[in-house]
């Protein structure tokens, strides 16, 4: 396949939505059958996560698709649990050097809502231009999310992007096919007034001073002006996909996940979380910022890191411009008091 062209881009992500539809499929049936939690058994450990068994099942129908979409185009595949060693060049034996893009994905990101069947999970993907190693976030070139609902759940949601394009998506029946149009449609209030705003602590770990930090935020913006009332709301979606997600329905109008800061402060007197974000987590950026969303890094920078599955990194993302305006300052103040930043968001 040495000289092989580029796919045609509807061509791609048709292949993309095609994957991630098989494994959705695939998972809701395993959770319609399974009696008890057998899926949130542990399989392995990987250098990425935990995998556990449901993640282990999707492998089945991964790894099939991967190799069905390969003889279309070469590529190199960086997943979790997958490609956690190196990444893998698809068709097999082909030189990793040669393959026409990157593909980066988070087979199942919320494995553990999704395995004790509380919450969707979802599938998600970003595809580059192979540039190599030094192949990143930013060169993400289209990506796409597709909602793996939990058993009762009939009806999901498909997301999906292409640079400078804008954000699309549908709403999907998966007991007949049918669909219609869902359309992202990003907060476009000015602050946080009735509004769910988080800071990511959904695991054990800084959790104090994860709250501290946030409490403080909140008070900066006026969400204790008035007493005896609650003006922000907080949602722990423990899905970084799942969380994009909510901020491009419009349900949520600020997230940030400090917790690669988080681990790596020095504060013996306290333990850090467990394990941070990593960029196959967040590898549906696009799908928000097409969207008019504002996602940086810790220091108010576009968002960026190789693509890899082992990388820590924070990520800040605002509904909309005027929210960062209001908001990205006075987190700066704080990120530098608490010892989380060494220098200021522009």
């Given at each position: 396949m040495k000289g092989d062209r580029p796919l045609p881009v509807q061509e791609m992500l048709e292949g993309i939505l095609s994957l991630q539809r098989k494994l959705r499929d695939h998972i809701h049936r395993q959770l319609l059958r399974q009696s008890g939690y057998g899926s949130a058994m542990v399989a392995f450990e990987a250098p990425s996560d935990t995998i556990y068994t449901i993640d282990r099942q999707c492998e089945e129908v991964l790894l099939p698709e991967l190799e069905s979409l390969s003889k279309k185009v070469s590529f190199v595949l960086i997943a979790e649990g997958i490609s956690d060693d190196r990444p893998i060049p698809f068709p097999e034996g082909r030189?990793?050097?040669?393959?026409?893009?990157?593909?980066?994905?988070?087979?199942?990101?919320?494995?553990?809502?999704?395995?004790?069947?509380?919450?969707?999970?979802?599938s998600l993907a970003?595809?580059?231009?192979?540039?190599?190693?030094s192949t990143s976030l930013e060169d993400i070139c289209m990506a796409a999310m597709t909602e793996i609902p939990v058993s009762k759940q009939t009806i999901g949601d498909v997301v999906w992007a292409c640079q400078g394009e804008g954000c699309?998506?549908?709403?999907?029946?998966?007991?007949?096919?049918?669909?219609?149009?869902w359309n992202p449609s990003p907060s476009r209030a000015e602050n946080l007034d009735h509004g769910f705003a988080q800071v990511t602590k959904f695991f054990p770990g800084r959790k104090a001073l994860v709250c501290k930090l946030e409490e403080d935020l909140l008070a900066h913006l006026g969400a204790f002006d008035k007493e005896n009332r609650c003006l922000?709301?907080?949602?722990?979606?423990?899905s970084t996909g799942g969380q994009i997600y909510e901020i491009l329905a419009g349900h949520d109008r600020f997230q940030a996940d400090l917790r690669a800061s988080m681990r790596a402060l020095d504060d013996p007197e306290s333990a850090p979380p467990g394990m941070a974000c990593h960029p196959y987590d967040i590898c549906t950026a696009l799908l928000a910022r097409e969207?008019?969303?504002?996602v940086t890094d810790i220091h108010n920078q576009p968002l960026n890191a190789p693509l890899d599955t082992t990388t820590e990194l924070d990520w800040i993302?605002?509904?909309?411009?005027?929210?960062?305006?209001?908001?990205?300052?006075?987190?700066?103040?704080?990120?530098?008091?608490?010892?989380?930043?060494?220098?200021?968001?522009?």
């Open positions: 030189d990793p050097s040669d393959c026409l893009y990157r593909i980066i994905l988070d087979p199942i990101d919320g494995t553990r809502m999704l395995m004790y069947d509380k919450r969707s999970a979802w970003g595809v580059a231009v192979n540039r190599g190693e699309h998506g549908w709403r999907e029946n998966l007991l007949d096919g049918s669909r219609h149009a922000v709301f907080d949602d722990q979606y423990l969207a008019g969303i504002i993302a605002y509904a909309n411009p005027a929210l960062q305006a209001r908001m990205a300052p006075v987190l700066s103040e704080l990120l530098l008091r608490y010892g989380l930043s060494r220098r200021t968001i522009q």
